[in-house]
């Protein structure tokens, strides 16, 4: 094992620049980067646990995005009734998360391949639904949360850099627990089961518990992500979870790379910043190449960022991790 | 036969139209070799899966060590101690070697709901996986990806892994399926020494290495068996002979 | 009694229309074995294409007629453009790749026809409600729909059933290699395939033009309900899909618009009208939900898969 290598200078020097976001923030009183940077933060949770599950279990989930709207509508929903002590609303959303997961788990994994796929897509967009009728709770509008959780006074999440750091810790947290669950025995069977599950069931694993333990596992730490990204935008809404957020899931970890635990924080990273950038640039080269003003064109990056996907999948399966590390998948 | 270690009574098997197990008794008993011959499609790999728990018989029972297991998962059986390899090599072709061994061995260590400690480097998981890839010869392929191995090594895994899990009897599907003259004999060295140390339902294309090995011979045609005895029984058996025995060669082409 | 019979005939309508996005869909999947999120554009892509050449032709059935070509068409570009080349990857390939093309096919659309949303008028023949069973009206526009799907349903069975090109088809899904050794150049079918569903779908999309706004997005989430209609039907079977699509249709409506009377026998009315909304539309998904439990391979699986 060596540890100076390219791939893990520049995670390095991305944790690094993610600590020290804020400061920056804070000194050149670009206020924007920071919003933008706690939403990368947060996504990129969602796209750790996502890759838990899909990267290391195999389970192509398509309905992860339901867990970012459950974490979010049930902190939103008690903060509306008046129960604003995070010291409820975490654990609560959390344990909603994992019941959804539980039960939808299990019904889909008694499934394979592309149905697997197909039903979490739409048991996620039973959930949107479901959101989209709550009108006590804005319905298809949304709902604005005019509280952030409370925690005592010990924490004020009102405080942007504070808040910032609440989603960071969380962040390496989920980082750390990913990495933790993948090396031990559990994860063992979980990678076990993604290679050759027949083969797992003969040498002795009841592979079906373990897999929908990860999925329960995973489908928590997404519910934080949830919470976390509701405080952040005072407001949550059934789009939340529309099945393309889903979909941005994925893209995260496979543009990143699911073969490691890291990847997909750098595909949210990369992703995110792209979806900021691409118009800019678009229109910058745009202009260049047509000497007029090409302001325009900065709504059609989707344009080249769909195309840029096909072309991920057909030659950098690794993701960024791979290219980093040199290793190509498929 | 009390005795007995694995007892199939009278089980039967359709997929559609064909008979893959037709009312099948058959028995393995402590220490012995009991080996099932029969042409391509008679049903032995069938017969296999019911035995390991991957296909569920349409009637009939399977009892081992005087447990009924015909309702039992796959995983239950194995572990109870039936130990089975594949025909079709069936490894985690994208791990190394070790790993795939190491998987076989963690089972015995009771459930694997744990979260947290490193099983990487656990020696109550590396120690024995070693000592199985050593008995079939891998040891210094221990650090090599599966998928980069010959076919003739992925046999052997095969072999270690249905050892590591601890058996209490094994089950090999064909270990010797499209080995070289060379490596075919090494194999049979191998189960002569494995023979000493477990019992094994062992099916085989090989009759020189049938012969060799088995106490006892099973010879399976359309799902039946026809006859079943000691190798000098059988190779005297007219039925067989006929069935079987006599068109070799045109059997053995696609072995 | 009036009122169930119309719902029933929506339900019914909604069910063809979802039949013929999830005939292309499974036929695509049974076959190539793709997964093509990007079904829903052609839905779309059939919906803006009706809009442009009936305003053009000023005709509607002209029109219909040219989007159709033009649908097929597309379908079969991008077939040999980009889909050709994950044929044979796995499904979470599939997933990226056609997720890309949504993204991609969203922002062309915008490009082309702009932001704003579109109509389709119909002629006035269309226009007027039937009395076709006394007493009881309903929109021609909708029993035309009814008959059109129908009628595509049934040659869409003919085809696959009787006639060479679906011999081929069956065999694909089936037999690959044999196809190859007879010599059909099985390239060229994949990319037939794959056109009749984009123009099935297309079809559906331009035969909802006139009822709904032709807008960007409006394949997705109707995408999704033909998958739930696969799921049940199970995955590469015709037949399942028709059936499962009917049922889908059937229950999503007549749910809507019954349930929460049917509440209120059980609960208050305060909370039968909270309730009843969620609970409608949830149940098509907790149908999903027992057929899984019952049949985790669709009601219908399809031979050999
Ligand atoms: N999953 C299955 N579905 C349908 N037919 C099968 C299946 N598995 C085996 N068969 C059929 O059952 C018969 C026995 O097959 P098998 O047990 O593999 O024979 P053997 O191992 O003796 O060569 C064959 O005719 C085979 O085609
Ligand atoms: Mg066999």
């Given at each position: 094992?060596?540890?100076?290598?390219?791939?893990?200078i520049?995670?390095?020097?991305?944790?690094?620049?993610?600590?020290?976001?804020?400061?920056?923030?804070?000194?050149?009183?670009?206020?924007?980067?920071?919003?933008?940077?706690?939403?990368?933060?947060?996504?990129?949770?969602?796209?750790?646990?996502?890759n838990?599950?899909?990267?290391f279990?195999?389970?192509?989930?398509?309905?992860?995005?339901?867990?970012?709207?459950?974490?979010?509508?049930?902190?939103?929903?008690?903060?509306?009734?008046g129960?604003?002590?995070?010291?409820?609303?975490?654990?609560?959303?959390?344990?909603?998360?994992?019941?959804?997961?539980?039960?939808?788990?299990?019904?889909?994994?008694?499934?394979?391949?592309?149905?697997?796929?197909?039903?979490?897509?739409?048991?996620?967009?039973?959930?949107?639904?479901?959101?989209?009728?709550l009108?006590?709770?804005?319905?298809?509008?949304?709902?604005?949360?005019?509280t952030?959780?409370?925690?005592?006074?010990?924490?004020?999440?009102?405080?942007?850099?504070?808040?910032?750091?609440?989603?960071f810790?969380?962040?390496?947290?989920?980082?750390?627990?990913?990495?933790?669950?993948?090396?031990?025995?559990?994860?063992?069977?979980?990678?076990?089961?993604?290679?050759?599950?027949?083969?797992?069931?003969?040498?002795?694993?009841?592979?079906?518990?373990?897999?929908?333990?990860?999925?329960?596992?995973?489908?928590?730490?997404?519910?934080?992500?949830?919470?976390?990204?509701?405080?952040?935008?005072?407001?949550?809404?059934?789009?939340?979870?529309?099945?393309?957020?889903?979909?941005?899931?994925?893209?995260?970890?496979?543009?990143?790379?699911?073969?490691?635990?890291?990847g997909?924080?750098?595909?949210?990273?990369?992703?995110?910043?792209?979806?900021?950038?691409l118009?800019?640039i678009?229109?910058?080269?745009?202009?260049?190449?047509?000497?007029?003003?090409m302001?325009?064109?900065?709504?059609?990056?989707?344009?080249?960022?769909?195309?840029?996907?096909?072309?991920?999948?057909?030659?950098?399966?690794?993701?960024?991790?791979?290219?980093?590390?040199?290793?190509?998948?498929? | 036969?009390?005795?007995?270690?694995?007892?199939?009574?009278?089980?039967?098997?359709?997929?559609?139209?064909?008979?893959?197990?037709?009312?099948?008794?058959?028995?393995?008993?402590?220490?012995?070799?009991?080996?099932?011959?029969?042409?391509?499609?008679?049903?032995?790999?069938?017969?296999?899966?019911?035995?390991?728990?991957?296909?569920?018989?349409?009637?009939?029972?399977?009892?081992?060590?005087?447990?009924?297991?015909?309702?039992?998962?796959?995983?239950?059986?194995?572990?109870l101690?039936?130990?089975r390899?594949?025909?079709?090599t069936?490894?985690?072709?994208?791990?190394?070697?070790?790993?795939?061994?190491?998987?076989?061995?963690?089972?015995?260590?009771?459930?694997?709901?744990?979260?947290?400690?490193?099983?990487?480097?656990?020696?109550?998981?590396?120690?024995?996986?070693?000592?199985?890839?050593?008995?079939?010869?891998?040891?210094?392929?221990?650090?090599?990806?599966?998928?980069?191995?010959?076919?003739?090594?992925?046999?052997?895994?095969?072999?270690?892994?249905?050892?590591a899990?601890?058996?209490?009897?094994?089950?090999?599907?064909?270990?010797?399926?499209?080995?070289?003259?060379?490596?075919?004999?090494?194999?049979?060295?191998?189960?002569?020494?494995?023979?000493?140390?477990?019992?094994?339902?062992?099916?085989?294309?090989?009759?020189?290495?049938?012969?060799?090995?088995?106490?006892?011979?099973?010879?399976?045609?359309?799902?039946?068996?026809?006859?079943?005895?000691?190798p000098?029984?059988?190779?005297?058996?007219?039925?067989?002979?006929?069935?079987?025995?006599?068109?070799?060669?045109?059997?053995?082409?696609?072995? | 009694?009036?009122?169930?019979?119309?719902?029933?005939?929506?339900?019914?309508?909604?069910?063809?229309?979802?039949?013929?996005?999830?005939?292309?869909?499974?036929l695509?999947?049974?076959?190539?074995?793709?997964?093509?999120?990007?079904?829903?554009?052609?839905?779309?892509?059939?919906?803006?294409?009706?809009?442009?050449?009936?305003?053009?032709?000023?005709?509607f059935?002209?029109?219909?007629?040219l989007?159709?070509?033009?649908?097929?068409?597309?379908?079969?570009?991008?077939?040999?453009?980009?889909?050709?080349?994950?044929?044979?990857?796995?499904?979470?390939?599939?997933?990226?790749?056609?997720?890309?093309?949504?993204?991609?096919?969203?922002?062309?659309?915008?490009?082309?026809?702009?932001?704003?949303?579109?109509?389709v008028?119909?002629?006035?023949?269309?226009?007027?409600?039937?009395?076709?069973?006394?007493?009881?009206?309903?929109?021609?526009?909708?029993?035309?729909?009814?008959?059109?799907?129908?009628?595509?349903?049934?040659?869409?069975?003919?085809?696959?059933?009787?006639?060479?090109?679906?011999?081929?088809?069956?065999?694909?899904?089936?037999?690959?290699?044999?196809?190859?050794?007879?010599?059909?150049?099985?390239?060229?079918?994949?990319?037939?395939?794959?056109?009749?569903?984009?123009?099935?779908?297309?079809?559906?999309?331009?035969?909802?033009?006139?009822?709904?706004t032709?807008?960007?997005?409006?394949?997705?989430?109707?995408?999704?309900?033909?998958?739930?209609?696969?799921?049940?039907?199970?995955?590469?079977?015709?037949?399942?899909?028709?059936?499962?699509?009917?049922?889908?249709?059937?229950?999503?409506?007549?749910?809507?618009?019954?349930?929460?009377?049917?509440?209120?026998?059980?609960?208050?009315?305060?909370?039968?009208?909270?309730?009843?909304?969620?609970?409608?539309?949830?149940?098509?998904?907790?149908v999903?939900?027992?057929?899984?439990?019952l049949?985790?391979?669709?009601?219908?699986?399809a031979?050999?898969?």
């Amino acid at each position: 094992m060596r540890f100076v290598t390219v791939r893990n200078i520049v995670v390095a020097a991305l944790l690094i620049f993610l600590a020290l976001v804020p400061i920056y923030s804070t000194m050149s009183g670009n206020m924007f980067l920071m919003t933008l940077f706690t939403r990368i933060v947060i996504l990129a949770i969602a796209a750790v646990s996502l890759n838990l599950i899909m990267g290391f279990g195999g389970m192509v989930s398509f309905g992860h995005a339901a867990y970012l709207g459950i974490g979010g509508y049930v902190f939103g929903s008690m903060a509306t009734e008046g129960i604003t002590s995070g010291f409820i609303q975490w654990p609560l959303a959390l344990a909603v998360c994992a019941l959804f997961a539980l039960i939808t788990g299990a019904l889909s994994l008694r499934t394979r391949g592309v149905y697997f796929i197909m039903i979490t897509l739409a048991f996620a967009q039973m959930i949107y639904y479901v959101a989209v009728s709550l009108d006590k709770y804005g319905g298809d509008d949304g709902l604005t949360i005019y509280t952030r959780s409370q925690f005592a006074g010990l924490i004020d999440l009102s405080n942007r850099v504070v808040f910032y750091y609440v989603c960071f810790a969380s962040l390496l947290g989920a980082i750390y627990l990913v990495w933790r669950i993948v090396n031990s025995r559990f994860g063992m069977v979980i990678q076990g089961a993604r290679s050759n599950d027949r083969r797992m069931q003969s040498i002795g694993f009841p592979t079906y518990r373990y897999r929908l333990t990860c999925f329960v596992i995973a489908g928590m730490m997404c519910g934080l992500a949830g919470v976390l990204l509701a405080n952040q935008a005072d407001f949550i809404s059934p789009a939340t979870m529309h099945w393309t957020r889903s979909g941005d899931l994925i893209v995260m970890a496979v543009l990143g790379g699911m073969g490691s635990v890291i990847g997909p924080v750098l595909g949210a990273v990369a992703l995110l910043v792209l979806e900021e950038t691409l118009p800019h640039i678009i229109s910058v080269i745009g202009g260049a190449l047509t000497g007029q003003s090409m302001a325009a064109a900065r709504e059609y990056w989707a344009l080249v960022l769909g195309p840029m996907l096909l072309l991920v999948v057909l030659f950098a399966r690794g993701g960024i991790d791979g290219i980093l590390t040199g290793r190509h998948r498929g | 036969m009390a005795d007995a270690l694995l007892k199939v009574e009278g089980i039967s098997k359709r997929f559609g139209g064909v008979v893959a197990s037709d009312n099948i008794h058959i028995d393995v008993r402590p220490g012995e070799l009991h080996a099932i011959i029969g042409p391509n499609g008679a049903g032995k790999t069938t017969l296999i899966g019911q035995l390991a728990g991957e296909l569920a018989p349409d009637s009939g029972h399977i009892y081992f060590d005087g447990q009924d297991i015909t309702a039992q998962p796959a995983p239950v059986r194995a572990a109870l101690g039936l130990a089975r390899s594949f025909q079709i090599t069936s490894l985690f072709l994208d791990f190394k070697a070790l790993t795939n061994v190491v998987l076989a061995v963690q089972p015995n260590l009771g459930h694997s709901f744990h979260f947290w400690a490193d099983a990487r480097n656990e020696p109550a998981l590396i120690e024995p996986a070693l000592a199985a890839l050593k008995r079939v010869g891998l040891e210094h392929r221990a650090a090599v990806t599966v998928a980069n191995m010959s076919h003739g090594e992925h046999r052997q895994l095969e072999l270690a892994m249905a050892i590591a899990n601890r058996p209490r009897l094994l089950l090999l599907d064909e270990p010797m399926a499209g080995l070289g003259p060379e490596e075919s004999s090494r194999m049979v060295a191998m189960l002569r020494e494995l023979k000493r140390e477990y019992p094994i339902l062992l099916v085989e294309h090989d009759m020189e290495a049938v012969f060799a090995l088995a106490d006892r011979i099973t010879v399976l045609v359309y799902g039946r068996v026809i006859a079943s005895g000691d190798p000098a029984t059988i190779r005297a058996n007219a039925e067989v002979r006929d069935a079987y025995l006599g068109e070799q060669d045109e059997e053995f082409v696609d072995g | 009694m009036l009122l169930f019979i119309e719902q029933c005939l929506n339900g019914i309508q909604l069910g063809l229309l979802l039949f013929l996005l999830a005939a292309g869909l499974t036929l695509v999947f049974g076959i190539m074995d793709l997964v093509n999120l990007a079904h829903g554009s052609l839905y779309m892509l059939g919906a803006y294409f009706a809009a442009t050449f009936t305003a053009l032709t000023g005709t509607f059935i002209g029109g219909i007629f040219l989007a159709l070509i033009a649908t097929l068409l597309v379908g079969m570009a991008v077939e040999v453009i980009a889909l050709r080349r994950l044929y044979g990857r796995d499904h979470l390939d599939h997933v990226l790749g056609t997720f890309g093309l949504i993204l991609f096919s969203n922002e062309m659309v915008r490009l082309i026809w702009g932001p704003a949303g579109l109509r389709v008028a119909l002629p006035d023949w269309l226009l007027r409600p039937v009395e076709f069973i006394p007493g009881v009206f309903y929109p021609s526009y909708r029993l035309l729909i009814i008959a059109v799907a129908l009628a595509v349903a049934g040659l869409l069975y003919f085809m696959v059933m009787r006639t060479r090109i679906g011999m081929l088809i069956r065999a694909g899904a089936s037999n690959r290699e044999m196809i190859s050794a007879l010599g059909i150049n099985i390239k060229l079918l994949y990319t037939f395939v794959f056109g009749i569903g984009a123009a099935l779908a297309g079809l559906a999309g331009m035969m909802q033009a006139p009822i709904l706004t032709v807008q960007i997005g409006m394949g997705e989430n109707i995408l999704i309900l033909a998958f739930v209609v696969i799921i049940i039907g199970g995955i590469g079977s015709i037949r399942g899909a028709f059936v499962a699509a009917i049922l889908v249709g059937l229950i999503d409506t007549v749910g809507r618009s019954f349930l929460p009377e049917i509440l209120k026998l059980f609960l208050s009315n305060q909370a039968a009208s909270t309730a009843a909304p969620a609970l409608s539309s949830m149940l098509i998904y907790i149908v999903m939900a027992a057929v899984l439990v019952l049949r985790p391979q669709g009601l219908f699986p399809a031979a050999g898969k």
